[in-house]
T-cell receptor, first 113, second 113 residues
Framework: AQTVTQSQPEMSVQEAETVTLSCTYDTSESDYYLFWYKQPPSRQMILVIRQEAYKQQNATENRFSVNFQKAAKSFSLKISDSQLGDAAMYFCAYTSGTYKYIFGTGTRLKVLA | DAGVTQSPTHLIKTRGQQVTLRCSPKSGHDTVSWYQQALGQGPQFIFQYYEEEERQRGNFPDRFSGHQFPNYSSELNVNALLLGDSALYLC????????????FGDGTRLSIL
């Protein structure tokens, strides 16, 4: 069975600094997608970034980038130039052709002014 | 362009009762997924509907059932409510392919007394 693990329940970062959130996963499938979602307090969950397993190039969206290590089954999220609005719960998620979505337990990110 | 809308926002029920939650997908989306998110946890996949059929299901008992209508809107029904069913229920819509990102609603907060 597929699993997604986020080992950091909470992280803190100074405004304008860089922070990396960790995610590991386990699967026997070869074709799958990984996602990072952001859930601000009492607000909707939104997509941050998406990575296809077959693509070796790491995905980037403005200040957000991933370090995808397929052999190690690791998928970390780097947030550069952190802003107060980045404070939220961040969830790592996995899906494949089975159409089942698996989320990690989340990392709460605090941004310090 | 309306996003994913869920109703009601909050709901209080007692043990043994039945509840129906509703979801309207983002315009243009044909796939609806339902999740249960306990406090401080990641979303747990309940099931996904596509073309009015349940395409995939997570590890939830048969007390959890759903429906998708021809206009792609969806309902989640939970019978014989237990205290442990208290959670935030999230609806997410997407296009039909598994790799498409999901767009989430604000959720329905269900409390069981």
């Amino acid at each position: 069975a597929q699993t997604v693990t986020q080992s950091q329940p909470e992280m803190s970062v100074q405004e304008a600094e860089t922070v990396t959130l960790s995610c590991t996963y386990d699967t026997s499938e070869s074709d799958y997608y990984l996602f990072w979602y952001k859930q601000p307090p009492s607000r909707q969950m939104i997509l941050v970034i998406r990575q296809e397993a077959y693509k070796q190039q790491n995905a980037t969206e403005n200040r957000f980038s991933v370090n995808f290590q397929k052999a190690a089954k690791s998928f970390s999220l780097k947030i550069s130039d952190s802003q107060l609005g980045d404070a939220a719960m961040y969830f790592c998620a996995y899906t494949s052709g089975t159409y089942k979505y698996i989320f990690g337990t989340g990392t709460r990110l605090k941004v310090l002014a | 362009d309306a996003g994913v809308t869920q109703s009601p926002t909050h709901l209080i029920k007692t043990r043994g009762q039945q509840v129906t939650l509703r979801c309207s997908p983002k315009s243009g989306h044909d796939t609806v997924s339902w999740y249960q998110q306990a406090l401080g946890q990641g979303p747990q996949f309940i099931f996904q509907y596509y073309e009015e059929e349940e395409r995939q299901r997570g590890n939830f008992p048969d007390r959890f059932s759903g429906h998708q209508f021809p206009n792609y809107s969806s309902e989640l029904n939970v019978n014989a409510l237990l205290l442990g069913d208290s959670a935030l229920y999230l609806c997410a819509s997407s296009l039909g392919q598994y790799y498409q990102p999901q767009h989430f609603g604000d959720g329905t907060r269900l409390s069981i007394l």
